[in-house]
């Protein structure tokens, strides 16, 4: 999305004055704050792009529709059999994609702005590693005590994230070392996961490889009424410790300081962004480079100075829908998996952020 600029003294583009931040405060109710249009404009195009893309994937399959049809189908209305192909058997799809990037973009936005590095993702830190293990090691070894690869890939995440943050701790954590350790902790996860698969037989592998890509085939409401219930309780405490978020950005003395309980605060961020990430995981696998590349996106269009934890789940969606789509189309009679196209488009992402931190000096 373009934005009008103009030239300051020093020939440096700033934004036009219609989109500059204003403070407001009502008196009734009493509530004051900070009005930022670019960022209302960001999430209002992005979300109807996305909305766009949802409708324009429940057209696509052997049964063809119109976008008019599939919009019918939606409320119910229409020819009964399209009603029935798009409610109960590409909706359930749909959604998911939906809820996955929504759940990975909210979940990214939170380790960067909590760890204040823009390389500290899910993906980066192990925890999406640790499911794909727990996943793989039930299917090679037969270790499923009763439960589906969904709750043993959410209870693989959880465990990881539990691992991360208690190696971290010396007295407290701070956003450096939970990358350090997470960097190593996704590492061994990646290493037993390769000798599993190496283990098992061929049927075993392919299974097993089908979760560890990232896969929107075959979904079902099962995964959409667990993922959407997990969005509905773990996405209001996200939004709601943004202020506080943003206070650790200034750094844990600084924001001390400010009244702010810096480990209760990193402690319920880290939670809700496991948990966001982990059910995201369980419902659709690891998509890769989501919960990265789409909170820098997201931050850059709307010119916030960290990633905007909404925003950032709306181009979320709005990515793996729009992957999802080209997983389908890219290849004639074939339907790859989802997490293939994020990865080859999130690799460039990662090796600019990379060269960025370089060029600023904290690259190493």
Known sequence: MSVPTK???SGKPTASPALRDRPFRLAVPPVSGMLRPRLLLTGAGVAVGAFLLFCWGLTLGDYPMTLSDVVRALVGAGEPGTVTVVQDLRLPRALTG??????????GAVFQTMTRNPLASPDMI????GAGTAVVAAVVLGWTGGLGLSTLGLLGALATALLVYALAWRGGTTGYRIILVGIGVSWICTSATDFLVARGDRFQAQEAVGWLVGNLNGRTWEQVDTLALATLVLLPPALALGRLMRTLQLGDDVAAGLGTPVQAVRLALLLTGVGLVAFGTAAAGPVAFVALACPQIAQRVAGTSSPPPLVSGLTGAFTVLGADLLARKAVPGTELPVGIVTGALGAPVLLWLLIRANRAGSGG
């Open 7 to 9: 030239l300051t003294v």
């Open 126 to 129: 192990g925890l999406t590693e």
């Open 98 to 107: 939906l809820l996955v990037g929504v759940t990975f973009g909210v979940s």
